[in-house]
């Protein structure tokens, strides 16, 4: 009798629970949306016009460094392209940042190895006096051995640091050996040299030295500072062996400029129900110098401007707005993320998901989440609609969302994104090599029908809170 009754009691419960069950996901997102999506989904895998948009940006504009005369033509481009495609009117938001440019740069080793050496400024790296410098080479195999050195210790010397960045799928060992780049001058200044020479922070194996953003610490000497291409640091490491002294000369005329402006693209369409509330999507519309920022980030601006173009021209209209955003100055330290927070700092809680394309043009593998279990029933449903594509759901619960939107999410903000694969990734970016010549279209196409599916559900879905988590610091 008592096992009778228990039964049926756990019969109910568990019939309430299904109960409940459908309805949250009947609460989630409507099945004609499901459908929606598979079909913006479908019709990109079978073609998209995102090629285009990097095969004109790159051709039309070309290399556009954050705050020159051509990253302003590239947002001319983009309110253009809106024009032209019927979009809603695009705005710049501007802001303005410290400027730098690049100038002539060359190096060589001098005396009994005599030979000319592949090299490039690293972004923010004060010139060389103008006669130059000429000094004794410091080899140091890791960032970590230099930092052990007694100050003092590297006097007159040019430090020179060689670790070769590890080639991974999806780029992780960039952190690490980024740090090279970044605090090295620093670093090497502090034990009294007078320039640092980096390996490239790169994977190729071709004399094409990677550029990128590098810092300097206040109270210590500013040096210059500049990346040796793979080819010619395997050399130096090998002339390092023969024990006899390497003398280098390194000339470098960068200039940097006290301002000079910049400007996040913000093109909304405009939701039918909740107009204050978004979903972002973009990437970042600087380039470095060297090439013309074809998958740095050429191809992100592609795939998020067709996925909103898709959506567009399919005469659908979103519950919630849809926020495409061409991020200005990203290379020379999130100027254009940061810049956005302090903009819409009051209404950052409406932003309901977010999600930026820049790790080059290599088709989507994983896609990675930082939300709350309510969340939950709508990522499933999301992955349902990309498992097609080849992409898998990833482990855990991380998601940086993109570079332009870490500020964002260090408020709290939860993160979705696509993880491409870039196994050739640090081939390519930050140097001359970053051309239109290494995108393949229909990996784009698969980027974009990734994107539509993730900013359609996300648009239409009843859920207002991925899971924000409780805003922490200032
Ligand atoms: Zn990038």
């Not at 016009?49 to 983009?78: I, K, N």
Request: proline letters at 4%.
């Amino acid at each position: 009798m008592l096992n009778q009754r228990r039964r049926f009691w756990t019969g109910l419960v568990l019939l309430m629970g299904f109960a409940l069950d459908g309805l949250a996901q009947e609460l989630v997102i409507a099945e004609r949306d499901l459908q929606r999506a598979e079909a913006l989904r479908d019709a990109a895998i079978s073609g998209t016009r995102a090629y285009d948009w990097v095969e004109r940006l790159t051709t039309e504009v070309g290399p556009r460094l954050a705050g020159s005369d051509a990253e302003r033509r590239a947002r001319e481009w983009a309110i253009n392209l809106a024009v032209e495609l019927n979009l809603p009117p695009a705005r710049i938001e501007t802001f303005t940042l410290p400027g730098w440019r690049r100038g002539e740069e060359r190096a060589q080793i001098v005396g009994d190895f005599a030979q000319p050496l592949a090299i490039t400024a690293l972004g923010g790296s004060v010139a060389t006096p103008g006669e130059g410098i000429e000094a004794e080479l410091a080899y140091f195999d890791t960032l970590r051995q230099l930092e052990r050195m007694p100050e003092g210790s590297l006097a007159g010397k040019i430090a020179f640091v060689s670790h070769a960045m590890q080639k991974t799928q999806d780029g992780s060992s960039y952190g690490y050996f980024n740090d090279a780049r970044t605090r090295g001058a620093a670093v090497a200044a502090s034990k009294g040299a007078v320039a640092l020479l980096i390996r490239s922070i790169g994977t190729d194996s071709h004399r094409f030295p990677h550029t990128g953003n590098m810092r300097y610490v206040e109270g210590v000497a500013e040096i210059p500072a500049a990346a040796v291409a793979n080819p010619d640091a395997d050399q130096i490491q090998r002339l390092s062996q023969r024990g006899k002294p390497i003398r280098v000369a390194l000339y470098m005329t960068p200039e940097r400029v006290d301002s000079v402006e910049s400007g996040n693209v913000i093109i909304d369409l405009i939701g039918s129900e909740f107009p204050e509330e978004y979903v972002v999507i973009g990437a970042h519309l600087d380039s470095w110098d060297l090439g013309t920022g074809a998958i740095d980030d050429g191809a992100g601006v592609a795939i998020s401007m067709e996925t909103l173009r898709l959506i567009h021209a399919s005469g659908l209209r979103p519950r919630r707005t849809i926020r495409l955003i061409l991020w200005g100055a990203e290379e020379v330290g999130l100027v254009g993320g940061k810049a956005y927070l302090r903009n819409y700092a009051d209404v950052l809680r409406q932003h309901i998901a977010a999600t930026e394309s820049d790790f080059g043009a290599g088709r989507i593998w994983k896609m990675t989440t930082r939300v709350a279990p309510e969340a939950e029933p709508l990522m499933a449903h999301i992955n349902n609609l990309i498992e097609p594509l080849g992409i898998a759901r990833g482990e855990g619960d991380v998601a940086s969302a993109g570079p332009d939107l870490s500020p964002m999410i260090a408020k709290g903000m939860p993160g979705f994104r696509f993880v491409q694969d870039g196994s050739d990734y640090f081939d390519l970016h930050h140097t001359a090599d970053d051309t239109l010549d290494k995108i393949t279209p229909s990996d784009l196409d698969q980027n974009v029908a990734a994107f539509l599916v993730f900013t359609w559900l996300a648009s239409q879905s009843d859920l207002d809170d991925w899971g924000w988590l409780d805003a922490t610091g200032d």
